[in-house]
């Protein structure tokens, strides 16, 4: 690989491990000290690879431990043991017994070499911007780690879906908003309706009492004036008294005086009855008035159709940022 002209990107010193063949629990030194090892980007597969280890060290330490995990494998299959041998193994060397045939038939060497080799850190590398110490060594195998697994991830795609996953957060929190302040509005709506049918029923009664009290008015005033005509011809009897007349005449005007009298006094109870009535109609008429005029001055109503007012402003805001979410996440789709 290296005859390819294929340049590192990547080169650090390091300890480098294989996994015991026998036992396949533990892992053993494949140096003695920390030796160069050299990393490179495959444009045509998108994949990270380790194309040396001191030179062609590599490739020698790689075969043996190929051999030795064919061996594994085919033991486990013989025993029926396979998925006891992956839980025995790392997570990494799962992955690598998975995907073995894919690897050593194609000769090459991918990220899965990391079953087989764990790396730690500690030396230096070749530029700048790979700098590594010990204190990340463990950074390093998590991202060689994480290389293996998903195969064909960029780092570009990995900021895209971060992305996605970012508008989609706030595009369930704006519509969480949203649904909450409707159910709010809602409920105002409620509220105010019952006002106003209160209100309304309010406005009837006073109504009505106002058309009562002008009809007992209108009645007062005619029995008024019927008493005051029964007052004028019980006078012009008691006149008549004086000038001579028969025991007949006599017995009538008495008889006619009599009536009048009990009349003026029903009358006069009715009238009581009436005034009395009357005085409390307006009592209740001026209650009315003023209930009438609480209500409508009432702060809580006013606040009510304030904060509808409110309500229906950041509803109309919240679902044009919610169709600005879903354009940007569909811009974003076709972009990716």
């Given at each position: 690989l290296c005859k390819m002209g294929e340049q590192p990107i990547f080169t650090c010193n390091a300890h480098v491990f294989h996994i015991d063949p026998k036992t396949k629990r533990t892992w053993i030194t494949a140096s003695s000290k920390a030796i160069a090892v050299s990393f490179f980007y495959d444009s045509s597969r998108n994949l990270y690879r380790i194309i040396s280890v001191e030179g062609s060290k590599f490739i020698v330490k790689f075969q043996e431990v190929k051999e030795a995990t064919k061996d594994a494998l085919n033991?486990?299959?013989?025993?029926?043991?396979?998925a006891?041998?992956?839980?025995n193994a790392s997570p990494i060397t799962a992955r690598a017994s998975i995907?073995?045939?894919?690897?050593?038939?194609?000769?090459?060497?991918?990220?899965?070499?990391?079953?087989?080799?764990?790396?730690?850190t500690s030396g230096k590398t070749d530029s700048p911007?790979?700098?590594?110490?010990?204190?990340?060594?463990?950074?390093?195998?998590?991202?060689l780690k994480q290389l293996s697994i998903n195969n064909s991830s960029s780092s570009d795609g990995t900021v895209t879906s971060s992305a996605e996953q970012q508008l989609k957060y706030e595009n369930e929190r704006l519509k969480l908003a949203l649904a909450q302040s409707s159910a709010n509005a809602?409920?105002?709506?409620?509220?105010?309706?019952?006002?106003?049918?209160?209100?309304?029923?309010?406005?009837?009664a006073l109504q009505e009492s106002t058309a009562n009290v002008d009809e007992w008015k209108r009645q007062l005033h005619s029995y008024k004036e019927e008493?005051?005509?029964?007052?004028?011809?019980?006078?012009?009897?008691?006149?008549g008294k004086g000038a001579p007349q028969g025991?007949?005449?006599?017995?009538?005007?008495?008889?006619?005086?009599?009536?009048?009298?009990?009349e003026i006094v029903s009358l006069k109870s009715r009238i009581e009855g009436l005034e009395a009535e009357l005085m409390n109609q307006e009592v209740e008429l001026k209650a009315a008035n003023k209930s009438l005029k609480d209500k409508q001055n009432d702060p809580?109503?006013?606040?009510?159709?304030?904060?509808?007012?409110?309500?229906?402003?950041?509803?109309?805001?919240?679902?044009?940022?919610?169709?600005?979410?879903?354009?940007?996440?569909?811009?974003?789709?076709k972009s990716t």
């Open positions: 033991k486990a299959s013989a025993n029926g043991n396979s006891a041998a992956s839980a995907n073995s045939g894919d690897i050593f038939e194609s000769g090459n060497l991918e990220p899965p070499l990391a079953p087989t080799n764990t790396i730690t911007q790979h700098n590594i110490s010990e204190t990340n060594a463990n950074n390093l195998n998590n991202e809602k409920k105002w709506e409620i509220e105010l309706a019952t006002l106003k049918s209160n209100n309304l029923r309010l406005t009837s008493n005051q005509r029964l007052k004028l011809r019980y006078q012009d009897l008691e006149a025991n007949a005449a006599v017995a009538v005007s008495n008889e006619i005086t009599e009536e009048l009298r009990r809580m109503l006013k606040q009510m159709n304030t904060l509808c007012n409110q309500f229906n402003a950041q509803i109309t805001e919240l679902s044009g940022i919610h169709k600005e979410m879903e354009k940007l996440i569909h811009a974003q789709h």
